[in-house]
């Protein structure tokens, strides 16, 4: 399973940005999804979840009311949609698939800053 991030880019504090999560060929319902991040000389920090099917999403107390888990109709890819946005969200932003194995993308980074 080949997963790609994209969506990064750098916005101001207090702006939006939405990354998403593509895995070709594959229908992403059929997963565990968690986003991640990981800020510069930071440890990966756990931001969401959706869970196979997506009849529950999960976030972290970080990110509650400020970052939304979405994804298209055709089921291929996932979004996370980032409102509100502070400094202290800039990081490398991964997906990570879960079924049996665990899969991941080279990751989408996303700074906050003027």
């Known amino acids: 399973v080949q997963v790609v991030e994209s969506g990064g880019g750098l916005v101001q504090p207090g702006g939006s940005l939405r990354v998403s999560c593509a895995a070709s060929g594959y229908t992403l319902s059929n997963y565990w999804i968690h986003w991640v991040r990981q800020a510069p000389g930071k440890g990966l920090e756990w931001v969401s979840v959706i869970v196979p099917g997506g009849s529950n999403i999960y976030y972290a107390d970080s990110v509650k009311g400020r970052f939304t888990v979405s994804r298209d109709n055709a089921k291929t890819t996932l979004y996370l949609q980032m409102n509100s946005l502070k400094p202290e969200d800039t990081a490398v932003y991964y997906c990570?698939?879960?079924?049996?194995?665990?899969?991941w993308g080279q990751g989408t980074q996303v700074t906050v800053s003027f």
């Open positions: 990570l698939l879960f079924d049996s194995s665990l899969y």
